[in-house]
């Protein structure tokens, strides 16, 4: 074989991964919408292509087997044959083979990856009727049939086909390497521009501000590179839902949200097995079956929710089930029982949550194929540790469990505020800032028991001194109306206030990983070079007041003006 049609060869599997990214969710949403001609006609399209393709690049076997397999969506199109929960099974098992051969084939363009019981399956449904003695799969609501999940994202309308290249990864890294330091060099000459105005002649001032805004453009399209949709890895979850709520008898409907969040290359491979472990509990031991969740009041349907959003240096994926919730008192009962927690401990709730990370912990009593081995949480804390990652538990009894995972930017180009303690210099990223405060000497109350708050319009919030945060005693302690308030909020409602001496300038900053000096500290998100040459440290505020404290007086909403009288 010559290194010609083995390009070819190349080429065509790459093509056929892409065309097989989306087909699984569009079987799950035949399951759920068995009368939509466009899922059929969609799936229909991409067999006749994946068919045509891959016998004209020489892969006969797997030119035979979609060929098998668009038959079959050819009777199914056509209404010869119903759509029954046998025939998604078949077709999911389908998909699977094509996943793998894909992947097999990449490896070794020579391989045998022919599959003869699934092809006798494919002809026996399009000869003896399979599964067609079943009640066919219906639009409307999943009694007298066994349960299934719903997905409830629509698959996206077709887009335009766009050219592409092939470019290696150390080529993209080595560009973005070259663009960080651009972007460093860039602010380098706009500080000296500053400091050197006088000097500085108009046309050279007007050639800054243009190679400044050609910079920004190229630092966001060069970053853009190793992002992807997680889109992709969600869409991946529906499947792990169907096969586990049927295996162990659930009803379970999935919601997605967040699917375009883009995330980086290296971090989306792996980011699939943490994320498998952690739903599979979720149906496993964290939902209530049908009857266990009428007598909560419940209906009998359980959900999962899986999404995901940007927050400052960070990627959130957050997973939500709306079970029974986590019982300390049962885990740390259990962990007792295990030897792993000592007879005597005494923890507080939110300790014996993070006991389901303990290798060889599981509150199974028998093993399964799906749980009971006590090492899914383990295996999920260590995949999202080595990315540097972190997980948090949020739980109440009888309303269900959140896990929420925190993976940052390995390199990352974001607007930022560089503010002044003292005589160091520090970073925060902008997404984190809600607003910039200077409050007036009336609206800092001292309330016992809670130091220092703030009156915001209609609000009281919670103060941090950065100097408190940072373990760094200033020289001199100044009122609160003397400083400047960062006003901080988050995603879950919370909002609070943190002091710093001065902002000194607002500007785009590389993210560059922390040494070893520093790196693993609580609240700092990596380092930067500043317009002047020098380095600071980025701050992670929401990870500083948590350290601190703060999450335990910080209430799902800000405290109101009120409480504070």
């Known amino acids: 074989m010559d290194n010609f049609e083995n390009d070819i060869k190349r080429d065509f599997l790459t093509e056929a991964k892409d065309l097989l990214s989306s087909t699984e969710a569009c079987f799950l949403n035949l399951e759920k919408s068995a009368e939509d001609p466009h899922i059929l006609n969609q799936l229909f399209r991409l067999a006749h292509n994946l068919k045509g393709s891959s016998g004209g690049v020489g892969f006969s076997e797997l030119a035979d087997f979609t060929h098998k397999l668009e038959s079959l969506l050819l009777a ?10 046998p025939i998604i099974d078949l077709l999911l098992r389908c998909n699977d083979h094509l996943t793998t051969t894909i992947e097999v084939l990449q490896n070794d363009l020579g391989a045998n990856c022919a599959n003869p019981a699934l092809s006798a399956e494919l002809t026996q449904a399009l000869t003896s009727g399979y599964g067609q003695e079943e009640n066919p799969v219906r639009t409307e609501a999943a009694p007298e049939e066994a349960p299934m999940p719903i997905l409830t994202a629509t698959p996206a309308p077709a887009k335009s086909k766009e050219e592409n290249i092939r470019v290696s990864i150390a080529r993209i890294e080595n560009l973005l390497n070259n663009v960080g330091e651009l972007s460093i060099l860039q602010a380098v000459m706009v500080q000296q521009a500053v ?43 529906a499947r792990i839902v169907r096969d586990t709520s049927q295996a162990i008898g659930k009803d379970v409907e999935l919601h997605l949200s967040g699917e375009e969040t883009e995330i980086d290359k290296t971090v989306l491979e792996q980011i699939g097995d943490p994320l498998v472990h952690i739903i599979r509990n ?20 359980g959900h999962v929710y899986l999404s995901a959003f940007h927050r400052a240096g960070h990627i959130v994926i957050e997973v939500r089930d709306d079970g029974k919730g986590l019982d300390a008192d049962k885990l740390i009962a259990k962990a007792k029982a295990k030897g792993l927690l000592d007879g005597e401990a005494v923890l507080s709730p939110e300790q014996a949550y993070q006991l389901i990370f303990l290798p060889g912990f599981s509150t199974k009593e028998q093993v399964t194929d799906l749980s009971g081995r006590g090492v899914g949480m383990d295996v999920v804390r260590t995949n999202i540790t080595s990315l540097q990652g972190s997980i948090e538990i949020e739980t109440a009894l009888g309303k269900g469990t959140g896990f929420r995972i925190f993976l940052p930017l390995t390199l990352a180009i974001v607007d930022s505020v560089v503010i002044r303690l003292g005589e160091e210099r520090y970073v925060v990223p902008l997404a984190q800032i809600s607003e910039f405060f200077r409050p007036q000497e009336s609206e800092i109350n001292l309330v016992y028991g809670r130091s220092e708050l703030l009156t915001l319009r209609d609000e ?10 940072l373990q760094r005693e200033p020289k001199t302690r100044n009122p609160a109306w003397q400083l400047t308030s960062l006003i901080i909020r988050d995603n879950s409602h919370r909002a609070f206030a943190v002091l710093v001496d001065q902002i000194i300038a607002q500007q785009q900053i590389v993210i560059k990983p922390l040494g070893s000096e520093v790196k693993g500290k609580t609240g700092l998100i990596g380092s930067a070079i500043l317009g002047d040459g020098k380095p600071a440290l980025i701050l992670d505020l929401f990870e500083l007041t948590r350290a601190a404290g703060g999450s335990d007086h910080l209430k799902t909403k800000s405290y109101q003006k009120r409480e504070a009288v």
């Not at 199914?76 to 929960?85: A, G, Q």
């Not at 031991?285 to 049908?290: F, I, K, R």
């Not at 009281?460 to 945060?469: H, K, M, W």
Request: glycine share 4%.
């Open 460 to 469: 009281t919030l919670p103060v941090f001194r950065l100097s408190t945060l």
């Open 282 to 301: 979720a149906i496993d031991h964290g939902l209530e079956d049908a009857e266990g969740r009428r007598v909560s009041g419940k209906s009998s349907t």
């Open 76 to 85: 199914l199109k056509e209404k010869k044959l119903s759509i029954t929960k």
């Open 195 to 237: 400091e050197n105005s006088p000097a500085i002649s108009p046309l050279m001032r007007e050639t800054l501000a243009s190679m400044s805004k050609i910079i920004k453009e190229t630092q966001s399209i060069s970053m853009s590179l190793r992002m992807l949709p997680i889109k992709q890895t969600f869409q991946k979850m």
